[in-house]
């Protein structure tokens, strides 16, 4: 399976705990700073949406490489003893 297939089969349920995750810190984020300014919250979500994304893609990489692993480690016979 390819990076993009992996990264396609889950992509709605990683963009919903992302969305998840970035709502939760930006709660957390102005109840404990109230006096921070808007922009300066919306920024720290637009870094942490970044990082988010990239994990996601990070993980479907790594996953796809293990997927490969995997199917050539049952392809191949096993070893005589």
């Known amino acids: 399976m390819t990076v993009w297939e992996t990264y396609r089969k889950r992509f709605v349920a990683t963009q919903i705990l992302i969305g998840l995750v970035l709502g939760a810190l930006f709660v957390v984020a102005r109840l404990q ?5 808007l922009g300066a919250v919306v920024l720290r979500m637009a870094i942490y949406f970044v990082v988010l994304e990239a994990a996601g893609v990070a993980g479907a990489w790594w996953g796809s490489r293990l997927s490969r692993r995997i199917e050539q480690a049952e392809r191949q016979p096993p070893p005589d003893q």
């Open 33 to 37: 700073r109230p006096e921070d300014a």
